[in-house]
Nanobody, 120 residues
């Protein structure tokens, strides 16, 4: 059974930093595109960042560009999202996703999410 397990969420003050991690299990994702999405209360899930299979391409939403960095370590089969200069509007459940095709919406595998709360 394929699982994506996120960790690293928590409560942080505005201006602070958090580092999210995603650890796939059940198979290796070294050949898969991976991404982070988030969903705030009362809002639809939105794209945050994506990275291709070898890390050679990354994309970010305009709202996080310059503050967040997506990275992956294929040797350790892990995905990360470094979040700096956090704002209250970054508060959401953050989801890790993986799939065969790089993009900003359609991914086959999804994690259960980790809560990030930014206080003002």
């Amino acid at each position: 059974q394929v699982q994506l397990v996120e960790s690293g969420g928590g409560l942080v003050q505005a201006g602070g930093s958090l580092r999210l991690s995603c650890a796939p299990s059940g198979r290796t994702f070294s050949n898969y595109a991976m991404a982070w999405f988030r969903q705030a209360p009362g809002k639809e899930r939105e794209f945050v960042a994506a990275i291709n299979w070898n890390g050679g391409r990354t994309d970010y939403s305009d709202s996080v560009k310059g503050r967040f960095t997506i990275s992956r370590d294929n040797a350790k089969n892990t995905l990360h999202l470094q979040m700096n200069s956090l704002k209250p509007e970054d508060t959401a459940v953050y989801y890790c996703a993986a799939g065969e095709t790089y993009g900003f919406s359609r991914y086959r595998y999804w994690g259960q999410g980790t809560q990030v709360t930014v206080s003002s």
